[in-house]
Structures are given as C-alpha cells and as structure tokens.
C-alpha cells in the first residue's frame, strides 16, 4: 500500500447492524472507510461486511485475532473471503503466528496489520501487566509485524511519528484514541487530535464514538472531514 493522503475510518461500534447500517448508508466511501469490531460482528455476523461493501464502503474488519498460528492463519482465510478491504490480528500473539497469519493473507487481497499496545492502556497499566513502557513495546511488536511482512500496525498517536521515522512512509498506521476538539476521552487514555494525529504522521484515523455517539453523527463526521481536508494539501 503506497503513502496517501490520510483517511477517516469511522468505528461502527453499534449493537445491531440496523443502527450500523442507518450511519454507513449516509457516509461517502469517497470520504470514509468503516470498521467492524467485535460488537457489531458479534451481534450481526459476517452479512454485515456485505451489506456494507454493497454501500460501497470499504470495510476494515477489526477482530484482532490472537490465537495459536493455525487457529489464526485460518480465521485470515476466512475474513479474505469475505471481501475485507483490512483486517489485523494482534502482535502480542508473536512470532510464528504473525508469519501464519501473512502466509494466508496473499499480498494485494486485504491490507493484514498488527495491533500493538491497545490505546487505552495508560503507561501505569501497561506496567502492571509486565509490558514495560508504551513507546519500547510499542517498538519491539511493530518490528515483529515487520519482520514478519505485515503491511503496517495499530498505534497510538504517540507511537506514531516514532514509526514513522524508523519505518518510512509506506509502513501503514492506523492510529485509534483521536479525540476531535470538544469531545471526551471515554475509556482511551493515549489520545491526540486530528491535526496533531496527521502531523505525527498516521495514513488511517479511526474515530468511533466523538461521531458515532454525537446528536449528530454525520454533522460530527463533516466536521472531522472539513479538518482533514483542510490540512490534507500538507500530507500529499
Ligand atoms: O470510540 P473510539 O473512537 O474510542 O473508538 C476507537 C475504536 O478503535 C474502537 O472500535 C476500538 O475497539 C478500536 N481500537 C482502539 N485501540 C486499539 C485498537 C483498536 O481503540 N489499539
């Protein structure tokens, strides 16, 4: 995947695929992509990928396996199948299982990425989990995702221009936690803004519930797109 102006990925974290389905059907694919987690799959199953993808949306199917490599590898192939635009796995499952996972993922079907430290961990509970600090694990999984050929990690924001300067422009980060101006941090702890996010150098912003959770998803969206747009002549 080649460097690119950046994109918003909104988070459907919805309950049912009506709710999922009411937004995307308002969103531009020109403007967005979606991604799928573990609520809404739970709830409505692989159709809602389709049902997306028939709006023409772009789906990043956002399951973050973690499991023995066949176990993963075998999960890949099926999330292929469904025509998934990305999906990632997670690279505490190390190793071999990132290797299977790439092994089932053909370059050029799925963009296949590596989530790192999940950005509502603070620094202190990353410690209590023996995990060290963000910014050194952070660092040692995105070098296994790598090392082992993925097309890019998640990260937070506060990784990101690190990544970016050791890994280049066409190693992908997807970067969770952003929090538009005016909106609460909710259960994340490593947040940034949009300005600031496209500055440290993410390709993909996943913003869920500051436009999901609004009065007004699509006006919160629009507001998001206009910050993008008009930073974006920087970015190209
Ligand atoms: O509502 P909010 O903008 O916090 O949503 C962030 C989304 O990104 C959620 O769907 C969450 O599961 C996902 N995510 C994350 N941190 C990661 C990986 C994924 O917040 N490291």
Known sequence: MSSKAPVIIVALDFASAREALRLAERLDPKDCRVKVGLELFT?????IVTDLKRSGL??????KFHDIPNTVARACARACEL??????VHALGGSRMLKAAREAVAPGTAALIGVTVLTSHSAD??????????LSRTQQ????CREAGLDGVVCST???AFLREIYGPEFVLVTPGIRPAGSTQDDQRRT???ADAL???AHYLVIGRPITAAPNPQAALEACLAEVRGLRSEFR
């Open 43 to 47: 709830e409505a199953g692989p159709g």
């Open 58 to 63: 772009e789906v990043f199917l956002d399951l």
């Open 83 to 88: 025509g998934v635009w990305m999906l990632n």
């Open 125 to 134: 509970e990353l410690a209590a989990l023996g995990l060290g600090d963000p």
């Open 141 to 144: 999984l995105a070098a296994s």
């Open 158 to 160: 506060h990784e990101a």
């Open 192 to 194: 940034m803004g949009i």
């Open 199 to 201: 500055r440290v150098g």
